[in-house]
């Protein structure tokens, strides 16, 4: 396998082709934010905190780390004023779901963001889709996924599935940056408990 | 039917068809679109061809349903050939006398033309009326003399002899030539050249290739790919194939709105007939050359206008942008390299092989060549579909051909592009119209999109309504687009009702910055256009509602007072009698107030107070006159002292 040489933060890193720009990253100890990210499910580049710049003939780009695959000679800056000032953005606008979530609070540190700046909404959930991925890709039972979309967008268990599969995985259960799973299916259960009564 | 086997037999059987055809007879040609048919054109055509049986004149007369003429403001529209008599809003009870007067008698229906605004001169003929004559309809023309569901209509037009040009007369490679010569641009938003497109798909790798046509058109007021669908399919048709030869491609898909459903109809028709002729299929037209088009209904998520939403869901998945640094004509649909195009993009391939790219790049500006169909509506006299060359200026558009703005309002702006796309004020009505000239503006091209305003449109309440359509139609996938919609949405609610704050302004700014450089797709990514447009030209209204909770367009219900000015009320008791909250009080001969506690700002007082009067007054951002005591309010005519 040929080694692709790039610059990451002015460190010359080493990469496999196909690798993406947060797994060269890592490799060299270099750390970049992510929420939706998890080693055994495909790349979701949904909550965009991993956002960096990278210099591509003479342009600067900003681009999701979690999925933009390295190139040679790449440039890549994991932090500017710019990255930062998005970040913060970000943690803003999920701490208005989730302003309790311990993973919000340490990142909030860092960036400098204001769990107040937004209005508090009153779902948990900052559609991170781990539990939706993992129970898909690695499960392969789709017992959960979202409903809706746009601003009305939530994940929601499918009863039918749930009820035979869940019992005994609750594997999607520790993944959550939020804890707003476990009150939707704990809500799911109550339901469907109900109705069969 | 028997297949069509080579180009010469296409030249043969298009000879037949109008042989059979006699360019003297008369035909009168009902546009059928589906505007014309909501306004009842279907009960035109009964009526028509009832009244054809009734006076004997089966054999004389042909009838033709076509698609969309255009100029839907004035529908149904008929216009009878050979000479080209053009009527307006025929209702059925107008038939039995155009059938007795023009055809039999040809004679004239006065009442029926188009009546010029200005000269007040009675246009018979299309071409002469100042809509079409400010045209130049390459692409849309052909829909009013054809009906899209006979295939013979369109050979007749000459349909199909593109397609056999490319794949007898040219290799692969010449027809990838001449598209990337003609400079077209891709009509769907974007503006990306759709040749270098077609050649990374080409020149990709993996075998098995598709051509995908986008028609899932959902801008709101947006319907030009509709029309071209529903009018003239086998453009269409014939479009995709030629893309299909020049990038090796032998699987097609028509993504189109299961909301369209007269489109779907005709296209299903029309690749039904092109099969039977042999335009699609195995060894077309003899050439060794294999396609095939399969129809996909989306369900109608504006979000599967992007072009990987669309893949995704054509591959039977929920319609979600997938991230991408790889271009989908390189990795699309299943992974393998596609080729997207918007409906107009594809109509006008057939235009460039046939007439060459030397004469398609002769109209236009430097950066955008050939021409663009515009869907003029909102605040314009001649609501409908304008075909223009790229560079017409927006004014000859909104005046010379949309005859500008009705009830002798001022015009105020006019919106392109689409809900991401801009609002364009009047000091840039001169800008002539291309997909780097409204990118500049701050707005774009998008699939073409024009809705015009006139004065009384508030611009910050035409940017959040835009943001709230784009709140419903994000996918929800990423934070900067969902997230940070959502709190602009709020934002600019609020600055609408009054309770906008210092800071409001820069705080949507910096959400702007944040979907503009971050979010995941292009929707995302444009999703703060609306915003940002007006704030640019427009600063003054989103200042005027935050500090001095004032809507100069007098628009915002929150920030707007109705009042009655007591020296010119005349006590007439008619606002009083419409009022629907009964919110006025008055009396005859008394003078009326408005109880502001009650008004629901809903206008009708307004609207009712007789012009001659004009007591009625709405005012913004000033405290409303305290009424003049009970005492002053009895009017005393002169009439009846004497």
Known sequence: ?197 | MSRINSPAELEEFRKGILSKRDPNKPCITLCSGSACHASGSGDVAASLEEEIKKQGLSAEVDIRRTGCHGFCERGPIIVIHPEEICYFQIEPKDVPEIISQTIKEKKIIERLLYTDPETHEKIIHESDIPFYKHQERLVFGSNGSIDPKSIDDYLAIGGYAALAKSLSGMSAEQVLEEVKKSNLRGRGGGGFPAGRKWEGSRDAPEKIKYVIVNADEGDPGAYMDRALLEGNPHAILEGLTIGAYAIGSHEGYIYVRQEYPLAVENINIAIKQAEDYGFLGKNILGSGFDFIVKVHQGAGAFVCGESTALMTALEGRAGEPRPKYIRSNIKGLWDRPSVLNNVETWANVPLIINKGADWFTQLGTAGSKGTKIFSLVGKITNTGLVEVPMGTSLKDIIYKIGGGIPGGKKFKAVQTGGPSGGCIPEDLLNLEVGFDELTDAGSMMGSGGMIVMDEDTCMVDVARYFINFLTDESCGKCVPCREGLRQMLKILTNITEGKGKEGDIKLLEELSETAKEAALCALGKSAPNPFLSTLRYFRDEYEAHISKKQCPALSCKELISYHIDPAACQACMICLKKCPAEAIVGGKNKIHVVDQEKCTKCGTCFEACPPRFGAVKKISGEPVPSPIPEEDRIIIRKSKEK
């Open chain 1, 1 to 197: 396998m040929s080694e692709i040489l790039l610059q990451i933060d002015g460190q010359e890193v080493g990469a496999r082709e196909g690798m993406t720009i947060l797994e060269a990253a890592q490799i060299a100890g270099i750390s970049i934010p992510t929420l939706c990210h998890h080693e055994k499910l495909e790349p979701f580049g949904g909550c965009r905190l991993c956002t960096v710049e990278v210099e591509v003939r003479g342009w600067t780009n900003l681009v999701a780390a979690c999925i933009y695959p390295v190139a040679k000679n790449l440039v890549v800056r994991t932090r500017s004023e710019k990255v930062d000032r998005i970040r913060k953005m970000i943690l803003e606008l999920l701490l208005a779901h989730a302003p309790d979530a311990f993973e919000l609070q340490k990142l909030a540190k860092e960036y400098g963001a204001d769990k107040n700046r937004f209005e508090k909404e009153a779902s948990f959930c900052i559609h991170c889709g781990l539990c939706v991925r993992y129970c898909a890709e690695v499960k392969k039972k789709n017992a959960i996924g979202f409903v809706d979309r746009g601003i009305r967008k939530e994940i929601s268990f499918v009863p039918e599935i749930a009820s035979t599969e869940c019992w005994n995985c609750k594997e999607c259960f520790p993944l959550c940056p939020t804890e707003a799973l476990q009150a939707a299916f704990v809500l799911t259960r109550a339901l469907f408990v109900a109705s069969e009564k």
